[in-house]
């Protein structure tokens, strides 16, 4: 029986409504508890700031970031934020850690727990590349995973939509899920991945797919009614159509409200849309290129259905790669970059571009002012999540960076200085003086994940949770983020402490420990005889057009590292 | 003026990556420091002066240093690297990486050098004497630049991919040089006195002019007229189309 308690923490947990306070946090066996024994190890954090540890909710740390370290063997030799990446030699507790945009495993499980980050969540699983991930997520030190299983081009979902057969679309939703040990639905440009495979994409909501006679809007929400009958944790993820074009966060809003009608079944939102910066586009060209998000924002703010997240850019060098085959095709030729595009059969196809947001572009200057608008112009920070959609708009190593110019409108506006007059002509950053307090950044870190995750045990400080925890040596009420940035920047940096499961991970801003974290997957039930009738279909579709078989295509139980399986049982 | 001699006490199997032998972290230090400052040998540090003999004549700034190797240093690698003022002189041969990243400063090689020869390196001269092997002035993998600056003189030949990516700086070759010289270029002037094959594939910008034979010529170049360089003609071309370049190839 292992105990720990943290003694006079400076606690700031939203899920109980607790605004740095000073309190104890007892620990036994990785768990909170009310009280521990006289024999428990004491963390002295008298004048540290104590939350949950960080979850992200949607990064690219395993699978597609392979291809990403593939096309970019330069990116090992990078070293921007120095003690974090680049190349760092083993220790007696770590292993030798390369890259920074696409870092090896090793690396990319310190360097969250340095930042006092415990869970992420793979946002993008091809259901046939699903096993090569869970090898990655098992050489992912320290952090609980789970991972997002792509269905928003997949031959079968589509032909089940267009024939309207919603118990065997849940059916197969359930039996994909759990060939990828995946843990929700992701959907990247519904229909459009399948419409590459063709050269060409799908414009808008109510573009018929090539050869499928169904159209996003009807993916969308034939994606959604079957996630709710399985009573997925999750809502669906959603990566809306026409990312990353002018204008086009009308097509966003356009989908937002398309799920107005959509009722979940648990309490969770109803949709989760991703990385909405690269969605949030105003302006008919790359010429008159302006911000959307207001727009975005002022509709988020009246509706009470969807959470999203930010995508914020981050300057320097990023590598972006997405199941979104098409617009990776678009910046490699825009940009003359390399490019990687990959097709798996029948189910999506993705790509991956290197790119460097620079200040001096104005295009960029208004990205990276996009999602800082979006996060403070939406009022409720329970809707948003906070992310880069990491490597996308930049590497996670620069969250700290990033909670700055969401606390500091100094801070904001020293970046702001060096833009051209172009840039900020397009963008309404300038005219926000919100700050965001840490309570707030807790929820945008920590709680909003909880809940849109459905996973109570995560992301809170509650008794009977996970001994997740991070400790910052920074008190709230003494340092005040929106001058002394600079401190809270080193202080989220590097966390004096982070807990994973009740065991000390770091320690003054350094690895102690590397415990092995835990892979969380769905198991939905459904009816064997509705079960049998889509087996029955895949088989055919296994004959006809795999390359593998349907044998070879289930992750084992072997594949999984310290498996929690969350059952579900759908109703049909 | 500070002269620190080097000499290898015994021939050396496993190479010795040495990337802070320079004239800057040399400048100002007695023999005693610089046997204690420490290199890679295999998969762990050694003191320098574990492999050399090593003297020092006086004592001054990095551009008043001069290091002189004697004899073969055929594995030793990494030699100048990031170098930014003073001299280094090798009397002999020596192994790969010399001159990476250099800033300014001068290498001359009496001897013949391995892969990898001044890659990346931004200002300075180097002059080798020799042969080169493959990548003289190149990038690393991944990179879209190479040399971006300082000049490269070799007064043998070289290998394969001759100035990879380069983006600026000059490169001369007096000899031959092997494939696909000058591929991916961004900027850069490189001058080949000798032979070369398939050369400036994918250039973007920048300048190639081959005095010698070009065998296997890409068929992505467009002529225009001729060039007069030193009193000598040439035929220009123009390329590579494939990717709406406007790097310019002289040839005979």
Same mark, same amino acid.
């Given at each position: ?208 797919? &090539?050869?499928?006679? %169904? ?5 969308? +929400? =034939? *994606?959604?009614? #079957? ?131 620079? &200040?001096?572009?104005? %295009? ?5 002012? +996009? =999602? *800082?608008?979006? #996060? ?147 198991? #939905? ?48 | ?252």
């Amino acid at each position: 029986m292992s105990e720990i308690l943290i003694k006079n923490a400076s606690v700031c947990d939203p899920a109980q409504g607790i605004n740095c306070e000073p309190m104890d946090i007892c620990i036994r066996d990785g768990k909170i508890v009310e009280r521990v024994s006289g024999n428990a190890k004491v963390i002295d954090a008298v004048g540290k700031l104590t939350m949950a540890g960080g979850f992200d909710g949607h990064t690219h740390s395993a699978g597609k970031i392979n291809v990403g370290r593939f096309i970019n063997p330069n990116d090992a030799r990078k070293n921007p934020v120095p003690g974090l990446s680049g190349q760092v030699a083993r220790t007696e507790k770590t292993r030798a850690q390369v890259g920074y945009n696409t870092p090896n495993t090793y690396a990319i499980g310190y360097r969250y727990a340095k930042l006092g980050y415990t869970t992420i969540c793979e946002a993008a699983i091809p259901l046939l590349a699903a096993r090569h991930t869970h090898e990655e997520f098992k050489e992912i030190p320290i952090l609980d995973k789970m991972g997002l299983s792509l269905f928003g081009s997949n031959w079968q979902v589509m032909e089940y939509i267009r024939d309207k057969e919603p118990e065997k679309l849940a059916a197969y939703i359930a039996w994909g899920l759990k060939a990828s040990r995946g843990y929700g639905v992701k959907i990247v440009n519904p229909g459009g991945g399948e419409a590459w495979g063709w050269g060409r994409n799908v414009t808008g909501l109510y573009d018929p797919v &090539p050869n499928f006679d %169904v159209t996003p809007a009807e993916i969308l +929400i =034939g *994606l959604a009614e #079957a996630n709710e009958r399985l009573r997925l944790p999750h809502s669906i993820h959603v990566h809306c159509n026409n990312l990353g074009k002018p204008g086009n966060y009308a097509t966003t809003i356009e989908t937002m409200k398309l799920f107005e009608k959509v009722k979940p079944s648990r309490d969770r939102q109803a949709l989760h849309v991703t990385h909405v910066q690269f969605n949030a586009y105003a302006g008919t060209s790359w010429r008159d290129f302006e911000t959307g998000a207001p727009m975005v924002a002022d509709y988020v703010n009246g509706a009470d259905h969807l959470t999203f997240d930010l995508g914020q850019v981050i300057f320097g060098p990023a590598v972006t790669m997405t199941a979104d085959g098409p617009v990776e095709y678009a910046n490699a030729r825009m940009l003359h970059e390399k490019w990687s595009n990959q097709d798996i059969e029948l189910e999506d196809a993705s790509g991956v571009v290197p790119l460097f947001y620079s &200040p001096k572009s104005f %295009v960029n200057a208004v990205q990276w002012a +996009i =999602g *800082l608008e979006l #996060a403070l112009l939406v009022k409720d920070p329970w809707k948003i999540m906070f992310t880069t959609d990491s490597p996308n708009g930049g590497s996670f190593v620069n969250y700290p960076e990033a909670f700055t110019y969401l606390m500091s409108a100094k801070r904001r506006a020293e970046v702001i200085s060096g833009f051209s007059k172009m840039a900020l002509d397009r963008m309404v950053l300038p005219g926000i003086d919100r700050e965001l307090d840490f309570y707030e950044l807790a929820v945008m870190t920590r709680s909003t994940q909880s809940k849109m995750y459905s996973r109570p045990e995560k992301g809170n400080l509650k008794v009977g949770s996970d001994a997740d925890i991070a400790i910052y040596d920074l008190l709230p009420g003494q340092v005040d983020p929106s001058t002394e940035y600079a401190k809270v920047k080193q202080a989220f940096s590097g966390a004096a402490y982070t807990l994973k499961g009740g065991e000390i991970v770091v320690k003054d801003g350094e690895i102690e420990a590397t415990p092995k974290g835990k892979t969380y997957w769905v198991n #939905a039930k459904v009816p064997k005889s509705i079960d049998a009738a889509m087996q029955k279909d895949i088989d055919r579709k296994f004959r006809k057009y795999y390359t593998v078989s349907k044998a070879n295509y289930m992750v084992e139980d072997s594949y999984i590292q310290k498996p929690v399986e969350i059952d579900t049982e759908g109703v049909f | 003026m500070q002269l620190v001699k080097l000499s290898l006490k015994k021939a050396n199997k496993i190479p010795i990556e040495a990337d802070n032998i320079n004239p800057d972290n040399f400048a100002g230090k007695s023999a005693e420091e610089i046997k204690a400052i420490p290199v890679w040998y295999g998969n762990g540090q050694c003191p320098l002066g574990d492999f050399f003999y090593i003297e020092v004549e006086g004592s001054d700034s990095a551009e008043n240093t001069k290091i002189v190797f004697e004899g073969d240093v055929s594995r030793v690698k990494r030699i100048g690297q990031n170098m930014s003022a003073g001299e280094i002189e090798i009397n002999g041969n020596v192994d790969m990486h010399c001159g990476f990243g250099m800033k300014g400063g001068k290498v001359v090689i009496n001897g013949d050098a391995d892969s990898w020869l001044g890659c990346e390196m931004a200002g300075g001269e180097i002059i080798l004497n020799g042969s080169a092997s493959y990548y003289v002035g190149a990038g690393y993998r991944g990179e879209a630049c190479g040399m971006r600056g300082g000049k490269i003189t070799v007064n043998g030949n070289t290998k394969d991919y001759l100035g990879e990516h380069m983006c600026g700086g000059e490169i001369l070759v007096k000899g031959d040089v092997g494939l696909l010289p000058a591929i991916s270029n961004n900027g850069g002037k490189i001058v080949i006195e000798g032979n070369a094959t398939m050369p400036a594939s994918e250039m973007k910008n920048g300048t190639v002019i081959i005095k010698g034979e070009v065998y296997d010529l890409l068929p992505s170049y467009k002529e225009e007229g001729t060039e007069e360089v030193e009193g000598v003609t040439y035929r220009k071309l123009v390329g590579d189309v494939n990717i709406g370049g406007k790097g310019v190839l002289l040839i005979k």
